[in-house]
Structures are given as C-alpha cells and as structure tokens.
Nanobody, 117 residues
Framework: QVQLVESGGGLVQAGASLRLSCAAS??????MAWFRQAPGKEREFVAA???????GYADSVKGRFTISRDNAKGTVYLQMNSLKPEDTAVYYC?????????????WGQGTQVTVSS
C-alpha cells in the first residue's frame, strides 16, 4: 500500500528558501507530484516528476521551485527558492500520473508553508 509522509514546512520570510520532503513507500511505479491548497482556494498542481526524472511545473513556480526524487531513499523533494507570500499554502505530496489532481489516488497528510511579507 502506498504511504506518503511530508515534512519540511514552516514559517519563513519572503525571499527565503525551504525544502519539502516526501517519504514514499510502495510508490516506485508512479509519478510523484506536489500540490498545494491555500485557504479558500482549490488544490492546485505545483510540480511533478516521472519515473524517467522528467519534470513539469506550474507557471507560477517555474524558475523558483525544483522537484527531484531519490529512488534509493524513496524520497521526493521540493526545493522552494525565492518564496513569496502567495506561496503560502498546505503542500501535499501525491503519487499517480499527470498534472491533474484526479490522476493522483494517493496523498500525504500535507505540510504547512507560510511566507510572511
């Protein structure tokens, strides 16, 4: 059974960096993605990485965020640089396919990222 556990969230000032981690078990056959959900908004796609390490990003984070995976450790990372207050959200790790939340049947519990101005 796929299990996903996120960590690394926190409170930072605008311009700072954070690295989120997602410990994934039994997920080696899936693409891995990060989504986020801000208060009162829909959950949105942030970044994804496939088995061949191909990656995709939302336009709002391109050039600032980097997704990577360490298959030996079963961990997926989201390096977030130049953080902005609008990046504030609960960040979720997911296992599945594509860039739509409908393609991801497995989800972690989420980790809060708060960026102050």
């Amino acid at each position: 059974q796929v299990q996903l556990v996120e960590s690394g969230g926190g409170l930072v000032q605008a311009g700072a960096s954070l690295r989120l981690s997602c410990a994934a078990s039994a997920a080696s056959g899936y693409a891995m993605a990060w989504f986020r959900q801000a208060p009162g908004k829909e959950r949105e796609f942030v970044a994804a990485i496939g088995g061949s390490s191909s990656t995709g990003y939302a336009d709002s984070v391109k050039g600032r965020f980097t997704i990577s995976r360490d298959n030996a450790k079963g961990t997926v990372y989201l390096q977030m640089n130049s953080l902005k207050p609008e990046d504030t959200a609960v960040y979720y790790c997911a296992a599945g396919y594509g860039t739509s939340r409908n393609g991801y049947p497995y989800w972690g519990q989420g980790t809060q990222v708060t960026v102050s101005s």
